[in-house]
């Protein structure tokens, strides 16, 4: 499935006394540029995250976060400074004799104190964090690849219209192609009876002059390769491989071909024609840019 690389996907759980909260948001980018926030302390899972999306997700310039918090930390050692603790009581009571405030000090006078606890923690099981960060962020990516997939829909929907325009107005301009060549013999036949008079006109020179005119002008080879252009293009958004490379390069060839016809055309209606489909091709190409 075609695919958007506009998405966002969030997840958050509960899991074994750890709240894990993982977020993903991308947006277009002409390759995967991947980076991550994670909570202090977690940054042994940085890679294994990386690995997972990037598993998913082809291209998009992609931030991704990882939050984790503690709710029950039962392997948490808190560690008491005794000497200086010892200092504060001392010097907080001279403090207080010194300036006639009351006696004792507290323990709650010298809890706010800094540095006078130390917490440690036993080391983290690796392996275990990552099993229970990784359905999370499965989770997340799910949502995220999900929401890309429905922005996917949206997009092919309106590049396939758009396409079918395209060769809508290619047919017109295959159709008033031969118009212009009998059309402008005519006016030079017209214009040589009225430069000539009563003489001869010479039908040879008209059928050389016209044949001339034919060649000059015409755009059936440019028609066709748009044509195939489109069933190309076609082709690449109903085959549900990341292609949005592919597309792109496809676009440039459709949009040379119609400068092609554009440069050789001498016709008002199909200028005009040509405008509307170099309109919807820069419309194809707007769109094509958020294709994964």
């Known amino acids: 499935m075609v695919k958007s690389m506009t998405g966002y996907g969030r ?13 993903l948001r991308s947006v277009n980018h002409k390759y995967l540029e991947y980076s991550a926030r994670v909570s202090r302390g977690y940054g042994f899972l940085e890679e294994k995250l990386k690995r997972l999306v990037q598993s998913r997700v082809s291209r998009g310039k992609l931030d991704v976060y990882l939050g984790i ?21 001392r010097a907080l009571t001279e403090i207080a004799e010194k300036n006639g405030l009351p006696l004792p000090v507290t323990v709650g006078d010298i ?16 392996e275990g964090v990552w099993a229970d960060v990784a359905p999370v962020a499965e989770k997340a990516v799910d949502a995220f690849v999900s929401m ?27 159709a008033r192609s031969p118009e212009t060549v009998r059309l402008y013999r005519e006016r030079l036949e017209a214009r040589l009876k009225e430069v000539l008079g009563d003489r001869t006109i010479d039908e040879q020179r008209i059928l050389t002059e016209a044949a001339i005119f034919a060649d000059r002008v015409a755009v059936a080879e440019e028609t066709v390769r748009l044509r195939s252009h489109i069933e190309q293009l076609r082709a690449f958004l109903a085959s549900g491989e990341p292609s949005g490379r592919k597309l792109d ?43 994964e």
Do not use: W
Request: hydrophobic letters at 40%.
């Open 69 to 89: 918090e503690m709710l029950e930390d039962r392997t948490a050692v808190v560690n008491v400074n005794h000497a200086l603790a010892e200092g504060y009581v």
């Open 111 to 126: 809890v706010r104190c800094p540095e006078l606890f130390t917490v440690t923690r036993a080391p983290e099981d690796e």
């Open 11 to 23: 997840a958050e759980e509960t899991v074994n006394g750890r709240k894990i909260t993982v977020e």
């Open 148 to 174: 890309r997939e429905a922005e996917g829909e949206r997009l092919v929907a309106d590049v396939l219209g758009r396409a079918q325009t395209v060769e809508n107005c290619v047919g017109l301009v295959e």
């Open 249 to 291: 390069f496809l676009v440039q060839e459709m949009n040379r071909e119609a400068n092609t016809i554009g440069s050789k055309c001498s016709d008002t209606e199909i200028a005009y024609t040509v405008v509307e489909i170099k309109a919807e091709i820069e419309k194809i190409r707007e769109q094509i840019q958020n294709i």
